[in-house]
């Protein structure tokens, strides 16, 4: 299950980083904020991977 899950977010954390960058590029945003949006982005789907793993192993 735990496998199943990692690979799973990656994929998740991967999609969401394709489309963040496509966010960048279509909004022109500057390079200095983009290294801020992309890790609050991380950060942000990080916490609700784990939160919804925890969630299913304790169901």
């Known amino acids: 299950m735990l496998y ?3 690979i799973f977010a ?3 954390l ?3 980083n394709t489309l963040t960058m496509r966010l960048c590029l ?3 945003m500057s390079q200095e904020k ?3 949006v992309f890790r ?3 950060v942000l789907i990080t916490i ?3 939160s919804s793993y925890v969630e299913v192993i304790y169901t």
């Open 14 to 16: 991967f999609i969401f």
């Open 48 to 50: 609700l991977l784990i």
């Open 40 to 42: 609050t982005i991380n």
């Open 26 to 28: 279509q909004t022109e």
């Open 10 to 12: 990656f994929f998740v």
């Open 34 to 36: 983009q290294p801020n």
């Open 4 to 6: 199943v899950f990692v």
